[in-house]
């Protein structure tokens, strides 16, 4: 599975930005997820989808209410709308895929990762 992620750029604090992901194949059965790494910092759940027992979506507490994450199976692209943005929020930011399904909230439990989009939000 390849994915590329794009979208990333400059924003300004309050800002929006939405990420893209493709896919290079149908993910309607994958766990598709979005995490980001500060410099020094571990990597980060952000939010995922889940298809265990039909689709649902799960989110960190950080970006609930600023972040959604939505798929299109025909386009084979998995988005990640963020809203609010703040200086904190800059990073770079990874789709994965779970071949599991389940959307999960480790990132050692995705096999499949992009390689990354810069987002840097200024004050």
């Known amino acids: 599975v390849l994915l590329a992620e794009s979208g990333g750029g400059l924003v300004q604090a309050g800002g929006s930005l939405t990420l893209s992901c493709a896919v290079s194949?149908?993910?309607?059965?994958?766990?598709m997820g979005w995490f980001r790494q500060a410099p020094g910092r571990e990597r980060e759940f952000l939010a995922a989808?889940?298809?265990?027992?039909?689709?649902?979506?799960n989110y960190a507490d950080s970006v609930r209410d600023r972040f959604a994450i939505s798929g299109d199976n025909v386009k084979n692209i998995v988005y990640l709308q963020m809203t609010s943005l703040k200086p904190g929020d800059t990073a770079v930011y990874y789709c994965?895929?779970?071949?599991?399904?389940?959307?999960?909230?480790?990132?050692?439990?995705?096999?499949?990762w992009g390689q990354g989009t810069q987002v840097t939000v200024s004050m």
């Open positions: 194949e149908d993910f309607s059965n994958y766990g």
């Open positions: 994965a895929a779970d071949l599991s399904g389940l959307g999960s909230v480790r990132a050692t439990d995705y096999a499949w």
């Open positions: 989808i889940d298809r265990s027992r039909g689709v649902k979506t």
